[in-house]
């Protein structure tokens, strides 16, 4: 841990997000839109953002919903499905603000039923991508109901992402928010078209913060937080200074009603201290001055966008994030460190 007093950074980006919709994404999008000037949104609405057309609407509502004075830019992704046309590919760039296109293995999690159940079903738009360099954003974990439910990343990366890396070598692949130690393992021996992102949550808990004193459902995301051993290899992986390591908070509001309940919904809501909660993790790691490259860095230059101008300065002073938002109506949104004393606030 450093004694360092406050630092500044280029500002970040989130290069994973989930915004929602409507009274969702008004309470939501002005967190994010504080510490990140741009963000890849995320297509796991109801129903999903499959096409351009969809993409061009949605964010339009996000621009609407931006409070004034506030500057943010989002990176519209395209929901995959098995019957995704090739021509919704070139429609997606051409249009210069789809950035990306999302696998969600069908049943994997939230709103991913309409994903694909066969990858060689998209053997013509995965084509197309690998020749117009769109990259391709994995959520990687298999959904075999026989595979232990804590393997079933380390088991995607065999039986779908090499043979798909094998089949389109020029693909370029984002496996989203990697939770163990062998995705990064995989990821830092892959050549420069595959890259990672990683959560805050995952880089500061392991699995036993699920079951400590009792079954702590705000800690359940997909994929499921790991064991300590996964969590160190992230941490390594995000301060090793590997430039196909970048941020991406996986921040999914869910109301509490749908949190706290059996059956409950998968997904951390970390918008509201994303930076924080980094800076948490990098400074226990004593690597804070591998922040800026990790947060604002690496990801642009991966997806071949211009870095940030402008600066975000983060102080040491001890603070706790608050128990709850209001949220759609009557409800609330807790967020992740609820309460918690975090040792970094993002001024202004
Ligand atoms: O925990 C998660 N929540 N993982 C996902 O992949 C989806 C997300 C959500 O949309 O709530
Ligand atoms: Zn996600």
Redesign the pocket.
């Known amino acids: 841990m450093t004694s360092t007093m406050q630092i500044a950074l280029t500002r970040p980006d989130d290069w994973h997000l989930?915004l929602r919709d409507g009274d969702a994404l008004a309470t939501v999008l002005p967190h994010s839109a504080r510490q990140f000037a741009r963000a890849i949104v995320?297509p796991?609405l109801r129903p999903p953002v499959t096409t351009v057309a969809a993409a061009t609407a949605y964010r339009a509502r996000i621009l609407a919903a931006l409070p004034a004075g506030m500057a943010f830019e989002p990176l519209m992704t395209l929901y995959l499905t098995d019957s995704t046309p090739v021509d919704e590919i070139r429609r997606a760039v051409a249009s210069e603000f789809v950035r990306a296109v999302k696998l969600?293995p069908a049943g994997?999690?939230?709103?991913?039923d309409a994903g694909v159940t066969n990858l060689d079903r998209c053997a013509a738009v995965l084509t197309e991508m690998e020749r117009s360099g769109l990259p391709l954003l994995v959520?990687g974990e298999v959904t075999d109901s026989k595979i232990d439910v804590f393997d079933r990343e380390k088991v995607f990366i065999e039986r779908v992402l090499k043979p798909l890396l094998v089949r389109y070598p020029g693909l370029k692949v984002v496996f989203e928010?990697i939770t163990t130690r062998d995705a990064a393992d995989f990821v830092a021996a892959c050549g420069p078209n595959i890259a990672a992102t990683i959560t805050a949550h995952h880089l500061l808990y392991n699995r036993n913060a699920i079951f400590a004193g009792g079954l702590r459902p705000h800690y359940?995301?997909?994929?499921v937080l790991k064991r300590e051993v996964h969590r160190q290899a992230l941490l390594r992986a995000a301060t090793s200074g590997n430039p196909r390591f970048f941020l991406g908070t996986?921040s999914?509001?869910?109301p509490r009603v749908s949190k706290e309940v059996d059956g409950g919904?998968?997904?951390?809501y970390t918008a509201h201290a994303a930076l924080e909660l980094y800076a948490e993790a990098f400074d226990a790691a004593d690597a804070l001055h591998r922040l800026e490259a990790f947060a604002s860095f690496n990801g642009p230059d991966f997806y071949g966008l211009p870095r940030n101008t402008g600066s975000v300065t983060l102080v040491r002073e001890a603070w706790r994030p608050p128990a709850a938002f209001a949220y759609l109506g009557g409800d609330t949104l807790v967020p992740l460190a609820a309460g918690e004393l975090l040792r970094w606030k993002m001024r202004g």
């Not at 994997?108 to 991913?112: G, K, Q």
């Not at 359940?220 to 994929?223: A, G, K, S, V």
């Not at 919904?265 to 951390?268: H, R």
């Open positions: 989930h995320m796991n969600y994997a999690t939230t709103n991913s959520h928010h359940y995301c997909l994929p996986d999914a509001p869910h919904c998968a997904g951390c």
